[in-house]
């Protein structure tokens, strides 16, 4: 209907609306969308840095050796006891050779992660993630606290530092800490401040112009892995490519929306002219503009005193604790377990099928580029997909699709290796693409009281997913090569089994109270069809 506000733009939205879209906003997206071309590098850095190698064992020096382990982790020597018989005695073993006919220098070989110390091929990798469990929880803090410009700032240059330092370290102790903390920086600050500048009906667009980095920036992984065979100098095209980021960081200027709910209005007006003079465009005066920064912050005011509970009691009540509210009431708790369970299992799908290189391709590093073009689909497709058929159907037809591929994988000889890559890039692409609709989907379900508790509780899912998955893929999968396919397709059909009770979300009113849900009241104004990719990756 002509001269209806859509759903979801706010007053904010509208100043952004009248700033348009050119070059000062386009900064902010190539700034994010070049951060995420290089992160491949470091989350799935596992692949090439502790790689799955042939060795020998190499035993002591004028020791009677009588025979290897198959193993190559003990041999066993012929001594002569102190009464003058011989015994055979097995040692374990120190000192390998290594193949390096695909690899020249490995973290596996340079620090001998094999035998007793294999699990730390796996550790590497899980650290980066396990490190983010903890620091997710206070980016929403900082970014609100010092501004999203600054966290950004500080954040990469403590990334660079670290991730740098890591290809200096010469303990792996060390670079297991390193890892950790760079592990640490991985805050969606970055993503957060592209979408705080850009208009509503362009988020889905830039929510896609952000995503595909990653899948070519996984694909640009497997082609300097190639290249590179040596483990330092490869780390080093992940560490050294942000540092080209700092003079767009130099250019950027902090969120005028933060600024705004600040109450600096001085620096607000700054950041809108210069805005205006790289995009062309004409604001209107300053005292008309101050006026639209008091509108807005009253508007999230009001936002504020809605969000709150309705009754207040005078005394503490352990019932309003933010993350005990997911579990308070029926409804809202089998919302919280099921989306739980569903993004613990697609992260632990996606995360293990990527770094499985070793047991679906035969070339590790034409599986990693296949791997990214297999992405590429699911940032494009997946918005417009669920626009036609909703969430619920496209998201369970993903994850059953993704269950049968896996499973049949485990039963297909590795001999077969065209079949078995066609297998895991049909798994790929299914669970890529029911995670990129999730992201939409949980929005949708969660009411509008706990939606950042409950996306904050299932992202923790993600990340706990994201740190057991490397021990399946590297330390499990070269033991047993067809455990971990069967693992992935049980996760799918779990997620797929786990969405069935949800209800769809397409084109129904938003939820806006715990008390909403149960009693089963919503808005009255459904959401806008032709407004809602706009959500898509928000």
């Known amino acids: 209907?002509?001269?209806?506000?859509?759903?979801?733009?706010?007053?904010?939205?509208?100043?952004?609306?009248?700033?348009?879209?050119?070059?000062?906003?386009?900064?902010?997206?190539?700034?994010?969308?070049?951060?995420?071309?290089?992160?491949?590098?470091?989350?799935?850095?596992?692949?090439?840095?502790?790689?799955?190698?042939?060795?020998?064992?190499?035993?002591?020096?004028?020791?009677?050796?009588?025979?290897?382990?198959?193993?190559?982790?003990?041999y066993t020597v012929n001594e002569t006891d102190a009464d003058g018989y011989d015994t055979q005695v097995e040692y374990s073993c120190t000192e390998w050779e290594y193949d390096h006919s695909v690899f020249i220098t490995t973290l596996t070989s340079d620090f001998d992660l094999v035998c007793g110390q294999a699990y730390l091929k796996a550790t590497y990798q899980s650290a980066l993630v396990f490190a983010t469990m903890f620091t997710s929880m206070f980016a929403g803090y900082l970014a609100d606290r010092f501004g999203r410009k600054n966290v950004v700032v500080v954040t990469q240059i403590l990334f660079c530092i670290t991730s740098i330092s890591i290809s200096l370290a010469n303990n792996f102790s060390t670079v297991l800490a390193l890892r950790f903390i760079t592990g640490a920086f991985f805050l969606p600050t970055t993503y957060v401040l592209a979408m705080e500048v850009c208009e509503i009906k362009n988020r889905a667009l830039v929510g896609i112009f952000t995503g595909l980095p990653w899948a070519i920036g996984t694909m640009f992984w497997g082609g300097f892995a190639y290249l590179i065979r040596e483990w330092r100098y490869l780390r080093l095209t992940s560490s050294l490519p942000p540092l080209l980021l700092f003079p767009c960081l130099y250019l950027i200027d902090e969120s005028p929306r933060w600024l705004i709910l600040r109450g600096d209005d001085t620096r607000a007006l700054k950041v809108l002219r210069k805005a205006a003079r790289w995009n062309k465009v004409e604001l209107?005066?300053?005292?008309?503009?101050?006026?639209?920064?008091?509108?807005?912050?009253?508007?999230?005011?009001?936002?504020?005193?809605?969000k709150k509970p309705r009754r207040q009691t005078p005394r503490f009540d352990w019932r309003k604790i933010p993350l005990l509210i997911l579990i308070?009431?029926?409804?809202?708790?089998?919302?919280?377990?099921?989306?739980?369970?569903?993004?613990?299992?697609?992260?632990?799908?996606?995360?293990?099928?990527?770094?499985?290189?070793?047991?679906?391709?035969?070339?590790?590093?034409?599986?990693?580029?296949?791997?990214?073009?297999?992405?590429?689909?699911?940032?494009?497709?997946?918005?417009?997909?669920?626009?036609?058929?909703?969430?619920?159907?496209p998201i369970i037809g993903c994850f059953i699709l993704g269950g049968v591929s896996m499973v049949t994988l485990g039963f297909i000889p590795p001999d077969i290796s065209w079949l078995v890559l066609t297998l895991a890039m049909i798994g790929m692409f299914s669970v890529s693409s029911a995670w990129m609709m999730m992201a939409v989907y949980l929005t949708e379900l969660f009411p509008t009281e706990v939606r950042m508790q409950g996306m904050g509780?299932?992202?923790?899912?993600?990340?706990?997913?994201?740190?057991?998955?490397?021990?399946?893929?590297?330390?499990?999968?070269?033991?047993?090569?067809?455990?971990?396919?069967?693992?992935?397709?049980?996760?799918?059909?779990?997620?797929?089994?786990?969405?069935?009770?949800?209800?769809?979300?397409?084109?129904?009113?938003?939820?806006?109270?715990?008390?909403?849900?149960?009693?089963?009241?919503?808005?009255?104004?459904?959401?806008?069809?032709?407004?809602?990719?706009?959500?898509?990756?928000?």
């Open 1 to 74: 209907m002509k001269g209806k506000k859509k759903m979801g733009a706010s007053k904010f939205d509208e100043l952004l609306a009248k700033l348009g879209t050119g070059k000062w906003n386009v900064l902010y997206f190539f700034i994010a969308g070049f951060w995420y071309l290089w992160l491949p590098g470091e989350y799935f850095g596992g692949a090439y840095l502790t790689p799955q190698l042939s060795y020998t064992c190499i035993p002591s020096e004028n020791a009677s050796v009588i025979s290897i382990a198959k193993d190559s982790c003990s």
């Open 328 to 393: 308070r009431t029926p409804k809202v708790r089998l919302i919280t377990i099921l989306l739980s369970i569903m993004m613990f299992m697609v992260a632990l799908s996606y995360t293990g099928v990527s770094l499985s290189g070793n047991i679906y391709g035969d070339d590790p590093f034409v599986y990693m580029v296949i791997l990214g073009v297999t992405q590429v689909p699911s940032y494009t497709i997946t918005a417009p997909l669920i626009k036609w058929l909703g969430r619920k159907k």
């Open 457 to 538: 509780t299932t992202t923790l899912f993600c990340q706990i997913a994201g740190t057991i998955a490397p021990y399946i893929a590297l330390y499990l999968g070269p033991l047993i090569p067809w455990v971990p396919s069967l693992i992935y397709g049980v996760c799918c059909f779990i997620a797929a089994g786990a969405a069935i009770p949800l209800r769809e979300t397409k084109g129904k009113p938003m939820v806006e109270t715990v008390n909403d849900l149960e009693n089963q009241i919503v808005r009255q104004d459904a959401p806008d069809e032709d407004a809602e990719t706009t959500k898509f990756n928000e």
């Open 284 to 306: 209107p005066p300053d005292n008309e503009l101050k006026k639209i920064f008091l509108d807005i912050r009253l508007e999230q005011a009001q936002n504020d005193i809605q």
